[in-house]
């Protein structure tokens, strides 16, 4: 069975105001995440992977931890910058432990002892002035 990846990245990636290399960026860490979100990859050890310099995955990832998306360890050993994605932006093994995990992380959230993501509101563009709307039927 496939990766179950949650829609709230994943459908929306192309709407968050981060450049193309941190959405490329993203994608890598969706990829090396467990499930649920853990990132088990050392900084040190990404640069090599990615073909970056430390200093450039930092640079990569400073958008999405400001955006919530990949989180810091809080008040535990940051040994080797370790980081996890967000419950909300994690992959999981099937539709049921992603539909639980979204439930635990609202009542955390809620709680204060997890971080909401700061992803931009959705929004459709209204449509030009003057035009008709198109005359749409069911066949």
């Avoid at 959705?122 to 709307?133: D, L, M, S, V």
């Amino acid at each position: 069975m496939p990766d179950v990846l949650s829609p709230i990245v994943s459908e929306r990636i192309w709407a968050l105001p981060i450049s193309a290399a941190s959405v490329k960026f993203l994608n890598y860490l969706i990829a090396k995440s467990l499930y649920g979100g853990e990132i088990p990859v050392l900084q040190k050890d990404m640069a090599t992977e990615y073909g970056k310099t430390p200093q450039g995955i930092s640079a990569l990832m400073a958008p999405l931890c400001e955006l919530k998306i990949v989180l810091r360890p809080q008040g535990e050993q940051r040994d080797g910058n370790r980081y996890r994605l967000h419950p909300c932006a994690a992959k999981y093994e099937s539709a049921e432990a992603l539909e639980d995990a979204f439930r635990e992380a609202l009542a955390l959230m809620k709680a204060r002892k997890l971080p909401a993501l700061r992803l931009p509101t959705y929004q459709i563009a209204p449509p030009p002035a003057g035009t008709e709307r198109p005359d749409l039927r069911v066949a």
